[in-house]
């Protein structure tokens, strides 16, 4: 079992930055694949992006794209989202996930989540 807490939401102008963490323990996260989904009220939740457990292949949502950076760094257990340029449309709560096969867009292929941490974009 591993378990993930995401830090780094908050609330931003239009145009700004943020960046996520997500801190795993229980199993060394190096040997899963990350990915960040989010979810605004009353939408369903929704990739934002991953990346395999080597950190050699990464993919965004088209959405994020040229946008958002995922990242990794297996000796911290941690996984990054670098924001930028955000806009209000990015409001929404953003889960970290992992999982050992899949790095996949569907959220339901993936087995562990974070509680979420909350990002608001203000216009």
């Known amino acids: 079992q591993v378990q993930l807490v995401e830090s780094g939401g908050g609330l931003v102008q239009a145009g700004g930055s943020l960046r996520l963490s997500c801190a795993a323990s229980?199993?060394?996260?190096?040997?899963?694949?990350m990915g960040w989904f989010r979810q605004a009220p009353g939408k369903e939740r929704e990739f934002v992006a991953a990346?395999?457990?080597?950190?050699?292949?990464?993919s965004y949502a088209d959405s994020v794209k040229g946008r958002f950076t995922i990242s990794r760094d297996n000796a911290k257990n941690t996984v990054y989202l670098q924001m930028n340029t955000l806009k209000p449309e990015d409001t929404a709560a953003y889960y970290c996930?992992?999982?050992?096969?899949?790095?996949?867009?569907?959220?339901?292929?993936?087995?562990?989540w974070g509680q979420g941490t909350q990002v608001t974009v203000s216009s």
């Open positions: 996930a992992a999982d050992r096969y899949t790095a996949g867009s569907v959220y339901y292929q993936w087995d562990h």
């Open positions: 229980g199993r060394t996260v190096g040997n899963f694949h």
């Open positions: 990346i395999t457990w080597s950190g050699e292949r990464t």
